[in-house]
């Protein structure tokens, strides 16, 4: 059988796997931080040790579509598409995974990465770096790292915050969770994606960060779109109400920005003047709120309002399945629509 290191150059064009990176999940936020990263690499090459890049999306179309976009505006660029996890892990010795939640990344972790690392590392003492910028559960996150770390690999959790957007525009937070020396090692990379990188403790804890934080956006959204609702019950001007809450002690990013009430913040667009298109979708809200529930369930932390609002995110996407991929500010909607029912 043909040792798996020797077919790593054919997969990446022959740029060596020490000289490429395999992206993994070229969704809303894969495909535009895998597009920042793979230029500005592109870019500070300048030619010399031109690097190799690998794509890879269960939707073979997505991978397709970005190697073409990229190619187009890269034409010398080495970019090649892995039809599998094993074959983006045989490709690169960076390894960035960008996935739905906590079953995709324990599956292509568990059943493709880890097993191909451990065959690669028998072969090689070849250094491998993982990161997983999911939002997943943290005990599995935990899980899946130390079944990484024990084939001699490296592995990272670095969710993201800053949407779409943001991902695009290249200024997401990564909230990171490993050691000092992975976070310095993962700096230079995800300083490609983002502006901020914050080291939130050891594995796990970029997760439970990114966790907690998503807890008080859910609430918030929620009180912010009956504070509005409230409001418009009382005659007020949503635009006069949102200012006064914002100058005021009820100022938050739910109401400064992500504000549900069109024309509520003049001179900004938040999504619900675009009929809630393009920002965090409310499934995903209610899949970061389950994550809150879980892990509070486990450590017997009180949560007596993640849970409320939690049940209304859930109430939504089954009596209104047509707000499931609005922005999770489509609340307002929902609870507008009960309120004249
Ligand atoms: P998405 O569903 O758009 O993308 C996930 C991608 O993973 C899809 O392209 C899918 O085909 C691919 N995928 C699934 N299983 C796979 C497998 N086995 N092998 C290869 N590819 C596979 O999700 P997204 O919006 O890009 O979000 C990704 C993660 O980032 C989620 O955990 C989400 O909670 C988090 N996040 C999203 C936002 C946002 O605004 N969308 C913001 C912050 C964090």
């Not at 976070?183 to 995800?190: Q, R, V, Y």
């Amino acid at each position: 059988m043909r040792p798996l290191l020797q077919s790593v150059q054919h997969t990446a064009n022959c740029i060596s796997r020490s000289n490429s990176t395999s992206f993994i999940g070229l969704g809303r936020m894969g495909y535009q931080m895998a597009y920042n990263l793979f230029s500005k690499q592109y870019v500070q090459a300048d030619g010399s040790g031109s690097p190799g890049f690998v794509v890879c999306d269960a939707v073979a179309d997505s991978a397709r579509s970005f190697c073409s976009e990229f190619s187009q505006q890269y034409p010398g660029a080495h970019i090649s598409i892995a039809t599998s996890p094993e074959e983006a892990t045989i490709a690169s010795s960076r390894i960035i995974t960008m996935l739905p939640s906590s079953p995709q990344v324990k599956s292509v972790y568990s059943e493709s990465i880890i097993p191909t690392l451990r065959k690669l590392h028998m072969e090689s003492s070849e250094y491998t770096f993982c990161i997983d910028s999911t939002t997943l559960d943290v005990v599995i996150a935990r899980e899946v790292a130390s079944n990484v770390e024990r084939t001699g690999a490296r592995i990272i959790d670095a969710p993201v915050s800053g949407g779409v957007t943001g991902a695009k525009a290249g200024t997401l937070s990564f909230l990171v969770g490993g050691t000092e020396e992975d976070f310095e090692a993962a700096k230079p990379i995800l300083a490609l994606m983002g502006q901020r990188i914050i080291h939130c403790g050891p594995s796990g804890a970029g997760l439970g960060a990114k966790i907690c934080n998503n807890l008080v956006l859910g609430v918030e959204q929620v009180v912010v779109a009956e504070a509005m609702l409230l409001g418009r019950s009382l005659g007020l001007d949503p635009a006069i109400l949102a200012a006064v809450i914002n100058s005021s002690t009820g100022g938050c990013w739910a109401s400064s920005v992500n504000n549900p009430v069109p024309f509520a913040l003049p001179g900004k667009s938040p999504p619900c003047e675009r009929d809630y298109e393009g920002g965090f979708a409310t499934s995903l809200m209610l899949k970061d709120m389950g994550l809150a529930s879980d892990v509070a369930r486990q450590r017997d932390s009180p949560l007596p309002l993640g849970e409320a609002a939690k049940e209304i995110y859930a109430h939504i996407i089954q009596q209104r399945p047509d707000l499931a991929q609005k922005d999770f500010s489509s609340v307002y909607q929902y609870l507008k629509g009960e309120a004249t029912v």
